[in-house]
C-alpha cells in the first residue's frame, strides 16, 4: 500500500507522524545555489543525478536554477522524471532487456533521453528498440576510468563509438566517465589521485575516438565528492554531482580540499520515542524498515550524547548515557542517515520544512524504480 502522507502543508513540526523523510529547504536551497553558480562559473554544464532524491518537485528546482536536464540510474527512474515533464535524461546504465529498451524509446519520443553502452550487443539491442518505436536515443560510450564497474577500456572507445553512429535510431552524443570509487576516499589527496588518473583515461578515450573520425562534444561524469576536480580537469565539462542536494553522514566523514564546497545537511528521517525502558536506552520508530544501513548507523542531530546504538525492522535504539538529559516518550529525534539514496528510496514523500512549519509535501516519484 502506498504511504499515509506524513504531514500537510502549514502543519507544525510536531503533527508530522513518523518516521517521516524531512528535508531542511533552506539548506536544500543553500546547495542548490552553491553547486549551480560553481558550475555556471565554469562554463560547464549541470547535470544533477537524480537517483539522489528521485523527486520531480526537486529536479524541477533545479532546472530552473539552469541544469541542462537530470541523470537516472534506472529505466522506470528515468521515465517517471519523462512523464513529470523533465525535457532530458540521461539514463547512466547500461540497458539490455528489450522490454525495457521499448519503454525508454518510446519515452523518447517525449523527451531527449540516453542510456550508456559498453558493448557492440548492447548498442545494436538499443538501436533496435529505437528504430521499432520511431524515435532517437542518445547513446554514450561508457568508459571504465578507474571504478572496475562497467564501461570499455579507453583504447576501445573509438571502435564502440564509431559503430553507435552508425546504428540506426542512436545518437552518439559522448562519452561518459564516472569514477564512482572515488567519491568516498576520505582525504583530498586520495582523491585528487585517483581523478588525476581518470583524466588520463578520458584523454586516451577522447584520442581514440578522434582516430575513429568522430568528434566527443561532452564528457560527463563527476560526483559529490569529487566534482570540483573534474570542473578543473580541462577534460569533463558535463558534471553529474547528487547527493549534495541532501547529504549524509557518509558524505560528512570526507575531508574538504582547498576548493570543495562545504554542502549543508538538508536530509533527516525524523522519528519519535516509543519507549524509555530503562535508564540510559531509548527506543525510536525508525528502524530498518526507515533508514539505509549500507554506509553505517544513522547520527542523531541536535542531542549531544544521544547516539543510535543498533536497529532491528521497527526499531532503533539510542545509548542515551552520555546525555546531558535523557529523551522523553514521545521527543522527536533528528536523525541523520548514513547514504542519502537508498533511504530516499524508502519513502513515498518528502516533507519540506521551512523554519518550525511544513511548506512543502513533495511525491517521491520514482520510489522503487528497481527496473
Known amino acids: 500500500m502506498a504511504q499515509r502522507i506524513p504531514a500537510r502543508e502549514g502543519d507544525p513540526v510536531d503533527a508530522i507522524e513518523t518516521p517521516a ?47 541542462v536536464g537530470v541523470c537516472c540510474q534506472k529505466t522506470d527512474e528515468a521515465i517517471a522524471f519523462v512523464d513529470a515533464g523533465v525535457p532530458d535524461v540521461l539514463l547512466t546504465n547500461e540497458v539490455v532487456a528489450p522490454a525495457k529498451l521499448r519503454r525508454l524509446a518510446d519515452a523518447a519520443r517525449r523527451s531527449r533521453v540516453g542510456l550508456l553502452v559498453d558493448s557492440d550487443a548492447g548498442a545494436r539491442a538499443a538501436s533496435a528498440a529505437a528504430a521499432d518505436a520511431g524515435s532517437v536515443l542518445d547513446a554514450y560510450v561508457e568508459v571504465d576510468v578507474g571504478a572496475g564497474r562497467c ?20 545518437r552518439y552524443a559522448g562519452l561518459h566517465c564516472y569514477h564512482g570509487a572515488a567519491q568516498h576516499l576520505r582525504t583530498p589527496q586520495a582523491r585528487a589521485q585517483a581523478i588525476a588518473s581518470a583524466r588520463e583515461r578520458v584523454l586516451a578515450a577522447k584520442a581514440a575516438v578522434t582516430v575513429a573520425g568522430l568528434d566527443t562534444t561532452v564528457v560527463t561524469g563527476a560526483g559529490t565528492g569529487t566534482w570540483p576536480l573534474e570542473r578543473a580537469s580541462g577534460v569533463w565539462n558535463e558534471l553529474q554531482p547528487g547527493s ?51 554506509s553505517g548507523l544513522p547520527l542523531v542531530h541536535g542531542r549531544d550524547g544521544v547516539a543510535y546504538e543498533r536497529a532491528s525492522d521497527e526499531h532503533g535504539v539510542l545509548a542515551t548515557d552520555a546525555a546531558a538529559r535523557p529523551l522523553a516518550l514521545g521527543e522527536r529525534v533528528w536523525l541523520i542517515p548514513g547514504h542519502c539514496d537508498p533511504t530516499a528510496n524508502l519513502y513515498d514523500w518528502i516533507v519540506g ?10 511525491p517521491v516519484a520514482a520510489r522503487g524504480a528497481l527496473a
Open 21 to 67: 523523510l524531512v528535508v531542511d529547504l533552506d539548506a536544500l536551497e543553500h546547495n542548490l545555489d552553491a553547486m549551480a553558480a560553481a558550475v555556471a562559473a565554469s562554463g560547464l554544464r549541470l547535470r544533477p543525478h537524480a537517483k539522489s532524491h528521485k523527486c520531480p518537485d526537486i529536479a524541477r528546482l533545479q532546472l530552473a536554477r539552469g541544469a
Open 353 to 362: 520544512l521551512r523554519g518550525d512549519r511544513v511548506a512543502a509535501v513533495w
Open 151 to 170: 564501461g570499455v577500456a579507453p583504447g576501445d572507445a573509438g571502435a564502440l563509438a564509431r559503430r553507435v553512429a552508425s546504428l540506426p535510431g542512436l
Open 244 to 294: 549534495y542536494v541532501f547529504m549524509d553522514a557518509d558524505y560528512g566523514r570526507n575531508a574538504l580540499g582547498p576548493g570543495d564546497v562545504a554542502f549543508a545537511q538538508a536530509l533527516f528521517v525524523l522519528a519519535s520515542v516509543t519507549s524509555t525502558p530503562v535508564p540510559g536506552r531509548a527506543v525510536c520508530d525508525a528502524g530498518l524498515k526507515a533508514l539505509a544501513f549500507d
